[in-house]
């Protein structure tokens, strides 16, 4: 008989979620985890690629019934080749057996792709290569990547259910993978964090961007292209560098590092207009949170902003650096403007909540686990 989900029932439903350290998908496993943790689900997040940090691991210790593992698995986007990826694969199979897992979720969804796994998995399509190369380079896959790709499409048929974080992806990945129906919408959703105070090296009114800056899909480089021009200057926060050696260089902007959510928090209260002119992004959690701040948004004009955003954003085409120009300096000297796009955003922003995310996700693990159940599998 099939366990409830979500209820104080003896024994609770126990799930193993991969993770990376690396960029959004931490903050997600961590909400997650939380939200499902309110509905009685015991987590074990096993961490693979680089080790979390200490503010990672002071991060995931504040979520009630999480438990860390750092698994020194490869990272299914930095191994170096595709045996690395399966082996990986079944190092987390054998690591949700040994931890009496009802359920997989994989945040890697290549992992699966090892054919390993015993019991049933829900993939989460948060990104991917050949969406990634589609949108910044066009073109046939590079070699590198292809065969990244073509795990990541084994990985997708062997999973009982997929999820992606906006309609627009869904829509995306089913076409790049031919897949018979798209991944089921679960929009990302974040809680909001309380703001460390104001760093000193904060101007008084400025511009902000953040994200793994050193990704080209993010488009930092129009930001820094056009600061010239601006009636104030660009502060970012995140990593030049990324960990596979590529990085980016911002001169014109003037780079925070990476913050702890606390720190950035308080960069979201503080910041005249948040930007992103991102080329690529199937969600933004970045942009959730400036909004979550009543920051007013500045963003590209990409179908998965356009989705999640709606009227509550100014949308710019990603190659138009005139365009953001002009939206950055409309907001930094319209106050009245500023008020109602940032309150805008932060009405929008209220329907993506960890606990709308966490119900969500739920449903979907009910059906992997019905789909996989003897009396399915007898009908």
Known sequence: ???????????????????????????????????????????????????????????????????????????????????????????????????????????????????????????????????????????????????????????????????????????????????????????NGRASRSAAQRPARLPERFAFAAGRLWDEGKNLALLDEIAGRLPLPVVTAGALAGPQGGTIALPNLHNLGPLDSSQMAACFAAATVFVSPARYEPFGLAVLEAAQAGCPLVLSDIASFREIWGEAAEYVLCTDGPGFAAAIERLAHDPDLRRQRGAAAAARAARYTPEAMARATLELYHEALFLSSPQEASA
């Open 1 to 187: 008989m099939l366990r409830p989900l979500g209820q104080a029932a003896s024994p609770p439903l126990r799930l193993l979620m991969t993770a990376d350290a690396v960029g959004g998908v931490w903050t997600y496993a961590l909400d997650l985890a939380r939200g499902l943790g309110a509905q009685g689900v015991e987590v074990v997040l096993a961490v693979l690629g680089p080790a979390p940090g200490a503010r990672q691991r002071a991060e995931a210790a504040a979520v009630p019934g999480l438990r860390l593992v750092e698994t020194g698995l490869a990272l299914d986007w930095t191994a170096e080749d595709a045996a690395a990826v399966l082996a990986a694969g079944i190092g987390i199979a054998t690591l949700a057996r040994e931890e009496g897992a009802d359920l997989v979720h994989l945040n890697s969804p290549a992992l699966a792709a090892s054919g390993a796994f015993t019991q049933p998995v829900v993939a989460a399509c948060h990104s991917c290569v050949a969406s990634w190369w589609e949108a910044v380079h066009g073109g046939a896959l590079p070699p590198d990547l292809a065969w990244r790709s073509a795990l990541v499409a084994e990985g997708y048929r062997a999973a009982e259910r997929l999820l992606a974080p906006s309609a627009a992806f869904a829509a995306t990945t089913a076409r790049l993978y031919e897949l018979a129906e798209p991944p089921h919408v679960v929009h």
